[in-house]
């Protein structure tokens, strides 16, 4: 694990890089994005975030991490226009600094509007989810989207999906296993699935690692469909 004095020097040093997973289209496997991942030497991405969150530093890490990926993903010309995943806490997004940053970010990366989705982080309690909310609807008027991460493993899962009317629902991969064999985890999706269509909203399933999974999962409906099955983990291409 991470030392505190690891943790600092790390922040201060951009001592990270990134990796990236693939989102698939459920019914022909086309590509609509990739999710980016913070790794580093110092040790695995839980024990990094929880050490920062620690050392209060934590609003500190994750901007930095997402102008770096950005400076990196945006140093050439992309043809593609599939969209980035970026993971964020809510306590992050709720930093009076936060506006000044996206403002700056998109200064800086001008093509970044309509490309990025910001995951809002499940498992962080969430101090104020009208603040919260009030940022949601800033960013969505700046070009970026939002999706709802870890759906059913964090504290307030549907409060937040009423509340933030997210472009996309990701299930957490707790439903992906064995879903070919749990009617429960079906009924559960299915339910899920209708309040989405209705209200225009996409959902993810994370974890897909066989085909019986994936095959449930397309019968089901579920329009997109994350992991190991279908993409592993790598390098951000840059």
């Known amino acids: ?10 922040i201060e040093t951009g001592d990270f890089f990134h990796y990236s997973q693939g989102l698939y289209c459920t019914d022909d496997r086309s590509k609509i994005g990739d999710e ?16 920062a969150k620690k050392v209060k530093r934590l609003y500190e890490l994750e901007t930095k991490s997402i102008f770096k990926l950005l ?41 970044v509007k309509n490309r990025i989705v910001f995951e809002i982080i499940e498992t962080e309690r969430v ?66 699935l209708h309040y989405a269509q209705k209200f225009t909203i996409k959902v993810v399933i994370e974890g897909i690692e066989n085909n019986d999974d994936l095959a449930t999962a397309k019968l089901l409906g579920i329009p997109i469909c994350q992991g190991f099955l279908l993409d592993e983990p790598k390098p951000m291409a840059i």
């Open 36 to 51: 980016i991942l913070l790794r580093s030497k110092k040790g695995n991405p839980e024990d990094i975030f929880g050490e």
């Open 1 to 10: 694990m991470a030392s505190v004095a690891d943790i600092h020097r790390l």
């Open 71 to 111: 400076a990196s993903f945006f140093s050439q010309e992309r043809i593609q226009k599939e969209r980035l995943f970026i993971n964020i806490y809510p306590s992050t997004l709720l930093d009076c600094k936060f506006p000044g940053f996206i403002i700056k970010v998109l200064n800086h990366f001008p093509r």
């Open 127 to 192: 101090e104020s989810i009208p603040l919260l909310k009030e940022m949601v609807i800033f960013l969505k008027s700046l070009g970026f989207f939002i999706a709802i991460d870890d759906v059913g493993k964090g504290w307030s899962s549907l409060n937040m999906i009423i509340e933030l009317e997210p472009h996309y629902i990701k299930l957490d991969h707790y439903f992906s296993i064995n879903l070919s064999k749990s009617l429960l985890k079906q009924e559960m999706i299915t339910s899920l």
